[in-house]
């Protein structure tokens, strides 16, 4: 199934003015597969000393259904804003009702140079005691 979303404004923003675009277009197969693409255009124009400002922040996300019990989801962003391309993947197991297992990566970059900003990797194990 195909959806999309989008929205359109401008208006006053603090003592300026504000106009943005933002939207979303997805695709779901059911029950394996989830895509989607997220953006948003934002011109801010403010009276001085400050400067006109406009930005992009773009993000595709994956989620992948492998079992009933095995899920890996990704996100990629990119933020003009602040020059910053980020990843993060997770797996997720659930060996029992309520009680999984998270793998996390995530990594930042430059763009450009795709030199790593900072990066992480996270386990987390959750065990219901019923």
Do not use: H
């Amino acid at each position: 199934m195909l959806n999309w979303y989008s929205l359109a404004a401008s208006g006053e923003f603090y003592s300026g003015n504000i106009k943005f675009v933002e939207g979303k277009v997805s695709y779901r197969y059911q029950p394996y597969l989830n895509m989607a693409v997220n953006f948003s255009y934002n011109d801010i124009n403010l009276p001085s000393p400050f400067e006109r400002t406009r930005f992009w922040l773009v993000g595709p996300k994956f989620d992948f259904t492998f079992t009933e019990n095995v899920f890996f989801s990704t996100y990629v962003q990119y933020n003009e804003q602040i020059d910053n391309m980020n990843v993060n993947m997770r797996f997720q197991w659930r060996y029992k009702p309520v009680s999984d297992l998270f793998i996390v990566y995530t990594d930042n970059y430059f763009p450009g140079s795709w030199n790593s900003r900072n990066r992480a990797l996270v386990v987390k194990l959750s065990y219901w005691f019923n």
